[in-house]
């Protein structure tokens, strides 16, 4: 199976703008989750879909938003992006169960000048 | 905010020697998961442990879980260059597939 695939890998913005990260998951998973890592902050939860709805929310402002699509791809979009909005932006896939391993993409690094 | 804390921060060792590298979490778990991250690429994972479990076993990696002590410790034998890394825990509750990750320790394995 292939894995999880990101696009685009490497993204350069200026403050102000908006960008919309895509991820495919793992054929037949179901359950797509977005996390942000930062050398501050480390890794932190975003949000995550499943079946097109969004089923967990992390404590992240109203810019950051997400959707997924009936194929279970998904894309996440961060309006009016800040400096502090670079970072390493992951998402993971999984079947969906709570005890499934969730499988991560390469990540795409997104800088904000 | 991370459920988590790793210790050590940072461990250098020489190839052939043992890493070990411990996690702590604050609130009940379903499962505990370890992954390893190369220089800010994606987490690869290595091995999942159910919260009734005690120890599982991976090729060289040995995990174990004590959720009296919300403890979890990643073993790596004889370690190899190749496993010069950032090593995570990340911890999963009653919320579904929200991954809470410890910050992570920086293992150097030296040829």
């Known amino acids: 199976k292939a894995g999880v695939t990101q696009t685009p890998r490497y993204l350069i913005k200026t403050r102000g703008q908006q960008v919309t990260l895509s991820c495919s998951p793992i054929?037949?998973?179901?359950?797509v989750s977005w996390y942000q890592q930062t050398p501050g902050q480390g890794l932190q939860f975003l949000f995550e879909y499943f079946s097109e709805t969004q089923r967990n929310k992390g404590n992240f402002p109203g810019r950051f938003s997400g959707r997924q699509f009936s194929n279970s791809r998904s894309e996440m979009n961060v309006s009016t992006l800040e400096l502090g909005d670079s970072a390493l932006y992951l998402c993971?896939?999984?079947?969906?169960?709570?005890?499934?391993?969730?499988?991560f993409g390469p990540g795409t690094r997104l800088t904000v000048l | 905010s991370q459920q988590g804390e790793e210790d050590p921060q940072a461990l250098s060792i020489q190839e052939g020697e043992n890493a070990t590298m411990n996690c702590s979490y604050k609130?009940?778990?379903?499962?505990l998961q370890w992954y390893r991250q190369n220089s800010g690429r994606g987490l690869v994972h290595l091995i999942l442990?159910?919260?009734?479990?005690r120890e599982k076993h991976s090729g060289r990696l040995r995990v174990t879980l004590d959720t009296s002590k919300k403890s979890s410790s990643l073993l790596i034998t004889a370690s190899r260059a190749a496993d010069t890394a950032s090593y995570f825990c990340?911890?999963?509750?009653?919320?579904?597939?929200?991954?809470?990750f410890g910050g992570g320790t920086r293992v150097l394995v030296k040829p």
């Open positions: 442990i159910r919260s009734n479990e």
């Open positions: 993971a896939s999984s079947s969906g169960t709570n005890l499934d391993t969730q499988y």
């Open positions: 609130t009940s778990i379903n499962n």
């Open positions: 054929s037949g998973h179901r359950s």
């Open positions: 990340a911890t999963d509750g009653a919320a579904g597939n929200k991954l809470t």
